[in-house]
Every structure is written in structure tokens, then in C-alpha cells.
């Protein structure tokens, strides 16, 4: 293997440069050229092949930067469809052109299915990312969990999933998690911390919502900054009940704080959160709302006595408000846990490329005796009996239904991650950049302004 393609497909996460950083730092060693392809499979389909080699005389380039957020070659949605033969057989032409023997993608469940594609022409592995932390399974048989009954709705089935399985070991997850999680999570618990304080302060019932589509991990992990409630997507959501529960906390403490997760769905099956549904290229909901939604249904169902003398002669000013956390999540600087997993998953898929694989995903994976440990697992074992990869989503284990808390086993999932995933680089990084003066004199110095220079055309 002489020179390998790499690309980032998908929304963007702070870990992506370094897992860039990774791959390259493998194949420098190994003596494999790199080509960075520009805004992932947009990049491979365009007529002049936007590319920028990686390591010239098999050193990184110095704009290849482990700390920086975002991505240096840039990502986009565009999926390659496998149906679409006069694209596959450009995106053909532009690999032998390029003379790539190999390809990593950096992505999701969306880029997998983009890389099926393209395995027909060269070996592809994935290293995975995503703030969602939903690539994966909980335990190896998952998939067939998902059943299929005809109906008269499009797309002419329904899909449905069996009850998972009760008992969970953490040792069974593949992918325990994923790069951009962490750091996801972080930014998270900074916000629901700050926001307490209003709450305490003013009375009030905070409503956070954060991102994670219909996987509520990164509500799980919110449970760091300590909201009363955590509300995820795969719990449908009683508003009766919320209702009582939210009541009785306030009159404890006089304030709430309520995470919810974007996905997040009522008990008759509507979703909260989808009120601005529209769908990207790869079929993906896009959400948004879900905090607002929640806003009102408890601004309505709460009443007013229920503030009447904590909030007195406060007219005008509702006592229940809703926060997005929203992009801040998947952007800047990645901790050190992202940093970790993202290097060595980079490294592990240019290995597998070496060692001859295709379609397979490079894995976190952990047990108690071991710690984290690098695998990989071929990506058809992620799909459904139809092909389908269907996104993680929270073992009912890891969730207490009746509290709308975190359980005991959910704490036994995030500590691994979390009890060292800051670094001191990470607080010394705040100490000496936030404030430096330079930043009131300097324009923003940007990595990705700086590669155009490097970007050659087929
Ligand atoms: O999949 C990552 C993610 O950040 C989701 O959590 C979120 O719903 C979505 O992407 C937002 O996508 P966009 O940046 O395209 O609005």
C-alpha cells in the first residue's frame, strides 16, 4: 500500500483533526502517502478532485493540528448512492487518477453507508466520530432486534424494535464511544451548570436542550452538572407525569433544571422536538425545538399557583425558560479523551487498510481488566436483516424511567470516560488562551484558509 485517500463525511466534531493526526502519524511510519480528499464525498464527486497531500516526504503537514476543532479538509452530507452507476464509475475514474490503493472515512452511520458504496472499487475502512456517540451496539445480536411489518404508510412497512436485552455487560458494547462524545458532553455540562444558577437565583425552571437526534447519550452525560431531570429520546415522555414530578421538585427547591435530549418524544408518539422537521441529504430528521415545545406543554399544564409566591410581582416575566445549547456542542477545541481515542482510531484504520481489510470500522472498545482497548468489526455486522444501520441508542440499563434519572449502571457506563477526560493541557489551554491580549489584535487565524494553498486539482 503506497497512498491512501482520507476523508471526513458528516457534521463536524472536535476530534476530527485528530483523528486526521492519527492516520497520518500511522502511515509516516509505514511510508504511505496521504491524500486529504476536501469536504469528504462532495470532494471525490467533484469534476476536479479538490485534494491536499497530507505528508510530503512522509511528514504531517504543520497546519495538521490534534487540538484544533472542526475538520482541515473540510466535511459535507453528500453521500455517495450505490444505486447511481454513471457516479460510481466518476468516483472510479477520480481513485485511479489519484492512484489510491486504499480510502479512510471519517464519519458516522451515514458515511458508512457512503463507503458501502465505494468498496466495490477500493478497500474503505471508517474511523468513527460523532458527538451522538451512536455508532455502535450495545451487544453484538442487536441488530436483529429490528422487525418489519407491512403497512399501508411509506415507505410500505413498519419498523419496529424488539425489547432489548434486560442484562448488559459493559464489556458487550462495541464502539463503547465515540470521538467528539466527550468533548460533546463537556461543553454540555458547562452550560447546565451556569444555567443552575439563574434558576436558583431568579426562581425558575430551566429547560436545556442538547443534540444527539434520537440517541440521548449526551443527556445521559449530562448528568455531570446534576439537572433534576434528564428526559432522552428513547423514554417516551408522560407530560402528566413530568408534570407532577417538575411540581413537587419546585416546591422543594424553588428552581429546576431539566435536560432534554433533541429526539425527545411525548407518550403518544409525536416528537418534541422535530416542530422545524426537515431532512438533510443522508435522510437524517434534523431537530429543533424540543426545549420550547417543552417550554409551553408545562407552561400549560404547571398553571400559575404553582409560583404565585415565589415569583410574586414579577409580571411579564415567565418562570419557565428553554435553552439550545446547539453547535457550541460539536465545535472547538477537543479534550483530551477525544484527543486519545480519535489519534489511536485514526492509526488503527490505516493498520487495517494494511492489513488488507475492507468495509470494516476500527472500534473503542473497553472492559474492566483491560481499560480501552483498539479493535474492529466489519461494518455489515452493523446493519438489520435489510441492510439497514440503525443509530445506537441508550440500553434501557443505563436509564432509571421512574426517577427521569441516570441509574446505577448508566454511572458504570460514563465514569470510564469521564474520570480522566480532561487533561492538564486542557485547563493550562484556558489559562493562556482565552484571555491573551493578542486575540484583541490579531484577526482569527484560521487552518482551514491557510490549507487552500496547499489544495491541488486533477
Ligand atoms: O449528528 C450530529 C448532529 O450534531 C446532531 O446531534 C444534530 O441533530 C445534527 O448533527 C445537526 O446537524 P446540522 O449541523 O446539519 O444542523
Given at each position: ?69 472542526g ?15 454513471a ?7 477520480h481513485?485511479?487518477r ?41 451487544y ?6 429490528w ?23 459493559l ?23 451556569r ?55 419546585y ?47 408545562l ?46 482510531l ?15 470500522i ?15 468489526i ?8 435489510w ?10 440499563g ?42 484583541l ?12 494553498k ?5
Amino acid at each position: 500500500m503506497k497512498r491512501i485517500g482520507i476523508l471526513t463525511a458528516g457534521g463536524d466534531t472536535p476530534a476530527l483533526n485528530a483523528t486526521i493526526c492519527g492516520a497520518v502519524q500511522q502511515a509516516n511510519a509505514l511510508r504511505i502517502e496521504v491524500v486529504g480528499l476536501i469536504r469528504g464525498y462532495a470532494g471525490l464527486l467533484d469534476a476536479r478532485v479538490p485534494h491536499v497531500m497530507l505528508n510530503p516526504l512522509f511528514s504531517s503537514i504543520p497546519e495538521l493540528d490534534p487540538c484544533k476543532g472542526g475538520t482541515l479538509i473540510g466535511s459535507s452530507r453528500t453521500y455517495v448512492d450505490s444505486a447511481d452507476t454513471a457516479m460510481l464509475d466518476m468516483v472510479r475514474q477520480h481513485v485511479t487518477r489519484l492512484r489510491l490503493d486504499g480510502l479512510v472515512c471519517i464519519g458516522g452511520d451515514g458515511t458508512i453507508n457512503g463507503m458501502q458504496a465505494l468498496a466495490d472499487i477500493l478497500p474503505c475502512v471508517l474511523a468513527p466520530k460523532t458527538i451522538d456517540n451512536d455508532l455502535g451496539l450495545n451487544y453484538l445480536d442487536e441488530p436483529n432486534e429490528w422487525t418489519r411489518t407491512p403497512s399501508s404508510q411509506a415507505p410500505g412497512y413498519l419498523e419496529q424494535r424488539r425489547r432489548s436485552r434486560d442484562h448488559l455487560r459493559l464489556d458487550d458494547i462495541i464502539n463503547y464511544a465515540t470521538p467528539g462524545f466527550a468533548t460533546a458532553v463537556f461543553v454540555v455540562v458547562q452550560m447546565v451548570e451556569r444555567l443552575r444558577t439563574t434558576a436558583e437565583s431568579h426562581h425558575r425552571i430551566a429547560v436545556v436542550e442538547v443534540m444527539g437526534r434520537q440517541s440521548g447519550y449526551i443527556a445521559l452525560g449530562a448528568a455531570y452538572a446534576q439537572p433534576d431531570i434528564i428526559l432522552i429520546p428513547e423514554v417516551p415522555v408522560n407530560i402528566a407525569r413530568l408534570t407532577q414530578h417538575v411540581a413537587r421538585i419546585y416546591e422543594q427547591q424553588q428552581n429546576v433544571v431539566i435536560v432534554v435530549g433533541e429526539g425527545v418524544r411525548t407518550d403518544d408518539g409525536q416528537e418534541l422536538g422535530a416542530a422545524v422537521a426537515s431532512r438533510d441529504p443522508a435522510g437524517n430528521i434534523r431537530y429543533s425545538g424540543a426545549a420550547d415545545a417543552l417550554v409551553q406543554l408545562l407552561q400549560e399544564s404547571l398553571g400559575d399557583d404553582l409560583f404565585a409566591e415565589t415569583r410574586a410581582f414579577e409580571p411579564g416575566s415567565s418562570p419557565l425558560f428553554g435553552r439550545k445549547v446547539g453547535h457550541t456542542q460539536r465545535g472547538g477545541r477537543p479534550i483530551l479523551f477525544d484527543r486519545f481515542c480519535a489519534t489511536q482510531l485514526g492509526g488503527k484504520a490505516v493498520e487495517l487498510l494494511v492489513d488488507g481489510r475492507s468495509n470494516e470500522i476500527a472500534t473503542l472498545q473497553y472492559s474492566e481488566s483491560q481499560g480501552f482497548t483498539f479493535s474492529s468489526i466489519a461494518a455489515n455486522k452493523l446493519r438489520d436483516r435489510w441492510g439497514e444501520i440503525h443509530p445506537r441508542e441508550v440500553h434501557p440499563g443505563f436509564y432509571d424511567a421512574e426517577r427521569l434519572q441516570l441509574s446505577t449502571l448508566g454511572m458504570e457506563y460514563l465514569k470510564p470516560i469521564f474520570t480522566r477526560a480532561v487533561g492538564a493541557d486542557d485547563v493550562e489551554y484556558i489559562r493562556r488562551e482565552v484571555f491573551d491580549a493578542g486575540c484583541l489584535s490579531n484577526r482569527y487565524q484560521s487552518i482551514n484558509t491557510d490549507i487552500r494553498k496547499r489544495i491541488r486539482y486533477l
